[in-house]
């Protein structure tokens, strides 16, 4: 008896130590798991340090929430912020509204709140105040400046407006400040941007420099979107997150927190009958018509 009793204390000492070795491995596993990395995308055109130290304490906010290693990507032009939602590299992203129709119809980003800003922004060309220049049509056989592709503002408004025109050459301004320097130095006739952004760059030129020769439709405010490639629980973690944070944290940011996504249905629809354009935008000189189906043709913007 005394030797089953033994066998059977063995036997059982085994089973314990089994169970606390599977307990420690299983608990193992979940610490060595790696936390969430999230990407924030953003376009800052030549202002990259003040974008980084603006969105800072919402990077820290960010990460603290959701236990996860959250890092910012700022990008100087449109062009580089296209190619990274179409990759699906950033997690989030703070996009003007050309950005943003791109992201929502060719990536599958979902909109998630408003950017703060102007409700209804409008694209203006601006001329030089001493120009001949009245309407639309006098841009005819003259160079302008457009922003590059994926702005709302600097490129496919203009487009969309200038259609039926055959210009000398276009210009792609990195910056509307660049833009309006070309505009005032003559090397364009014309530059376009949204009239907010210059409205804030005139002033650093002489005033009475520049008028106003044309604006375009109104369209909303750029959004914050999040990638398809972000799990869906997480995507309500990171809103929430979002939502309830300080004001003063939100307004750093450059977000509303609480109100619906912009409804960009109409600006995605502008520029998928811009698309045909950017084939010869590039060309010299530039024949803003295309030859298509008339039940699909692209109709005067002026």
């Not at 924030?40 to 202002?47: A, N």
């Not at 409008?122 to 056989?141: I, K």
């Not at 457009?146 to 969309?160: I, K, M, N, Q, V």
Request: proline share 8%.
């Amino acid at each position: 008896m005394g030797r089953w009793r033994r066998f059977f204390k063995l036997c059982l000492v085994g089973l314990l130590a089994g169970l606390l070795l599977q307990a420690v491995g299983c608990g193992s596993a979940t610490v060595s798991e790696p936390p969430l990395r999230l990407t924030i995308g953003l376009v800052s055109y030549d202002d990259g340090a003040s974008s980084l130290e603006k969105y800072q304490r919402f990077q820290t906010y960010l990460a603290e929430q959701l236990k996860a290693v959250v890092e910012l990507e700022p990008v100087f032009n449109e062009i580089r912020a296209v190619e990274q939602v179409r990759a699906n590299h950033w997690s989030l992203v703070f996009a003007p509204s050309g950005l943003a129709a791109i992201a929502m119809a060719e990536a599958n980003y979902l909109p998630i709140l408003p950017l703060l800003g102007t409700p209804n922004q409008t694209s203006v060309l601006v001329v030089r105040n001493d120009s001949s220049f009245q309407v639309l049509g006098d841009l005819a056989n003259q160079a302008i400046a457009l922003g590059e592709a994926g702005s709302a503002t600097g490129y496919y408004l203009p487009l969309y407006d200038l259609y039926g025109l055959t210009l000398q050459k276009i210009e792609f301004a990195p910056t509307p400040a660049t833009a309006l320097e070309w505009v005032a130095n003559g090397r364009v006739a014309a530059g376009a941007m949204a009239e907010e952004d210059f409205q804030q760059y005139r002033k650093t030129l002489e005033e009475g420099t520049f008028r106003i020769l044309h604006t375009s439709r109104p369209v909303p405010p750029g959004a914050v979107l999040i990638s398809p490639a972000v799990d869906r629980n997480q995507q309500q973690y990171i809103e929430l997150a979002m939502q309830n944070a300080p004001p003063a944290l939100t307004s750093d940011a450059g977000y509303v927190p609480n109100a619906a996504p912009p409804d960009l249905t109409q600006l995605i629809a502008l520029v998928e009958k811009v698309r045909p354009l950017e084939a010869r935008v590039k060309e010299q000189p530039a024949v803003l018509t295309i030859e298509v189906d008339t039940n699909k043709a692209l109709p005067p913007g002026n």
